[in-house]
């Protein structure tokens, strides 16, 4: 049970490239998140799933897209990437969305240049 | 004002000593609420979820209070192994979750 997994770990754009994170969790769970940390700071959610098939925007969502290919995974797309989205991203899935305890994949520490 | 708000701290304190951390929260329709760990670049880990009559896990205690929309986390008896940040998590009904920024706790021998 790898429980919350996350590609890559370490990442270096330059700025206008684009890529795709990737996240995938065996746990059978529901809702699904992207939150980025800047140092120092706390976690801000990015976009969220609340079940298959769906996305929400979540407080700083601008600059990214996001796909939920299935129950499993759950995608972050930067299209053209600017050094202010230099930061940790974090992927994390809950069985439900409310009330529920969320559950961290490892981060994908990200700079660009 | 931040939705959710912590004392950054750092909080150094000597092995044994009891420390409380405060979080204050914005939104008093606010449904759910958490304190988790964070390690030095590490993913955040749940600690506890804070209920409204308080609850106890050992050697911490979270309490909750909806009238004055405060949390608290305290840690009795500390050990070197609780240095980390703690942040507080505070849901709304639609289950958006709000981090706060987190307070760091050092514990010193």
């Known amino acids: 049970n790898a429980g919350v997994t996350q590609t890559p770990k370490f990442q270096v754009l330059k700025t206008g490239q684009s890529m795709t994170l990737q996240c995938a969790q065996d746990m059978n769970h529901n809702s699904m998140y992207w939150y980025r940390q800047d140092p120092g700071m706390g976690l801000r959610l990015i976009y969220y799933s609340a079940s298959e098939g769906t996305t929400d925007k979540g407080e700083v969502p601008n600059g990214y897209n996001v796909s939920r290919l299935n129950k499993r995974e759950f995608s972050l797309r930067l299209e053209s990437a600017a050094p202010s989205q230099t930061s940790v991203y974090f992927c994390a899935s809950s069985a439900h969305q409310v009330l529920e305890t969320q559950y961290f994949g490892p981060g994908t520490r990200l700079l660009v240049l | 004002r931040k939705e959710v708000e912590q004392d950054p701290g750092p909080f150094n304190v000597p092995e044994g000593a009891t420390v409380a951390f405060n979080c204050t929260y914005s939104n008093s329709a606010s449904q759910s609420f958490f304190w988790y760990r964070q390690d030095c670049r590490k993913e955040p880990k749940l600690l506890m979820s804070v209920y409204s009559s308080g609850n106890e896990d050992g050697r911490f205690t979270a309490q909750l209070n909806r009238a004055s929309q405060y949390i608290s986390l305290l840690i009795r008896d500390s050990k070197l192994s609780d240095s980390a940040t703690y942040l507080c998590?505070?849901?709304?009904?639609?289950?958006?979750?709000?981090f706060g920024d987190g307070t760091t706790l050092t514990v010193k021998p």
């Open positions: 998590v505070v849901m709304n009904n639609a289950g958006k979750s709000t």
